[in-house]
C-alpha cells in the first residue's frame, strides 16, 4: 500500500507546472502595454515639426 500512495506525490507534481504556465501568459500582457508607451512618443517628435515651422 506504501507505493500505491507515492504514485500520489508525483500527480499533484503536475499540478504545478500547469500553474506555471499561467504566470508567462500574465508576463506577456506585460510587453503589449509597453507599446502602447512608444505610440505616445511619436506623437511628441510630430508636434515638435509644427514649433519650426513657426519659426520659419
Known amino acids: 500500500g506504501f507505493p500505491a500512495n ?5 500527480t499533484n507534481i503536475r499540478f504545478l507546472p500547469t500553474n506555471i504556465r499561467f504566470v508567462p501568459t500574465n508576463i506577456r ?15 511628441v517628435p510630430t508636434n515638435i515639426r509644427f514649433l519650426p515651422t513657426n519659426i520659419r
Request: hydrophobic share 45%; glycine share 0%.
Open 6 to 10: 507515492i504514485r500520489c506525490v508525483p
Open 29 to 43: 500582457l506585460v510587453p503589449t502595454n509597453i507599446r502602447f508607451l512608444p505610440t505616445n512618443i511619436r506623437f
